[in-house]
């Protein structure tokens, strides 16, 4: 009897214990909703290994790229990383026939699947604000192709197909709720949205506050682009308070597309970031600058945020970018969006924790030191309430022990 109940008292410990670690590791997963680009547009970028390393140290679980290059889509194999790929533009025009998209999809995305998790296809780039008329009008004809290809080979419920837009699709922005696209785009725009609705995909969005505070520095608040606590402004319409301009500019594209007649389709913001260098006349493009913006916006992704029109849908935002890429075209600021230079240093510092830095790529966690300070609150109180719960059984355990 006295070994029986030892035995109980063993059992209790390992629950205790096993409740308690399981509680110190939740804090550990990497954010759900958060994501980074890895552009490819440099001359010394590490091998695509080393890349995976550095995402996985980064414990970041989404990326996207901007082809379907092989070594990116093999290295990444049974990393767990869910991988966008994208349909370079000049493609387009042939994946508009079926038997062309089902060979691209056959060729490009089915031997890597689901080794590599490529969860989707990202058709073109901006097509939408291009001055190629001809390119807008294959994008919809391309992306139903590529559907339907999905389809054929059964991987549709696994891969999603969209094509990321750039804000400028947007007649106006504000305030939110005068969200309204471009005149000249309803036709076409109709029929995207038509088609998101049937495959039930999101619609993408690159959206850059940097670029409205560029354009106007003595109008737009820079705390407010930044996410720094500000006063903010409120839709006189919805009467919904805004503190940052990224959550106001999504909710402009939720009510563009509510006003074309598809309410409920999901918004996810694949491009956002801000450059820590930039030409004389790129206003707020400083290392200061982009360390605020991205700290702060991995900030609001550990607590799972959404937007004031939909605060319980998580927004899914992916940050530009992993890199600076040396050979972009453009002014300096687009060689300057990377968190990390090519060697793997950081470009600077976003007030991530660093674990360790004795190899060339840093491992760090994305626990905030305010998200690890409320972390240390929680695990005292777990600690005290399963000491509670253990006491409590330990005495019962005594007062009827058969001895």
Known sequence: MAAT???????????????????DCGFLRGVASFGINYG?????????EK???????????????????????????????????????????????????????????KPYFPATKITGI??????????????????????ISIHGALVQLGLESYIQVSTPNSLAVLAESYPPSAGSFQGELTGVMSQFLRFLSNTKSPFW????????YK?????????????????????????????????????????????????GLEVKVTETGWPSKGDVDEVGATVENAAIYNRNLLRRQLENEGTPLRPNMRLEVYLF??????????????????????????????????LSTTSSTATISLTSSATKAANKGYLYQSLVYWMFVYLLAFQVFMTTRPF
């Open 5 to 23: 109940f030892m035995s109980r008292i063993s059992m209790f410990h390992a629950f205790i214990l096993s409740a308690l670690f399981f509680s």
């Open 40 to 48: 490819q547009i440099g001359n010394n970028l590490p091998q695509p």
């Open 51 to 109: 890349v995976l390393d550095l995402l996985s140290s980064l414990k970041i679980t989404k990326t996207k790229i901007y082809d379907t290059n092989p070594q990116i889509l093999t290295a990444f194999a049974n990393s767990g990383i869910e991988l966008i790929v994208t349909v370079e533009n000049d493609k387009l025009s042939d994946l508009t026939d079926p038997q062309q998209a089902l060979q691209w999809v056959s060729s490009r995305i």
């Open 122 to 143: 990202a058709v073109g780039n901006e097509i939408f604000t291009g001055d190629d008329m001809t390119l807008m009008s294959y994008l919809v004809p391309a992306m």
């Open 205 to 212: 969005i690159n959206a850059y506050p940097y670029f409205a």
């Open 215 to 263: 354009d106007s520095p003595t109008q737009i608040s820079l705390d407010y682009v930044l996410f720094n606590p500000n006063s903010g402004m409120v839709d006189p319409y919805t009467k919904l308070h805004y503190d940052n301009m990224l959550y106001a500019q999504v909710d402009a594209v939720i009510c563009a597309i509510a006003r074309m007649g598809f309410e």
């Open 321 to 354: 970018a992993l890199f600076n890429e040396d050979l972009k075209p453009g002014p300096t600021s687009e060689r300057n969006y990377g968190l990390y230079q090519p060697d793997g240093t950081m470009a600077y510092n976003v007030g991530l924790s660093a």
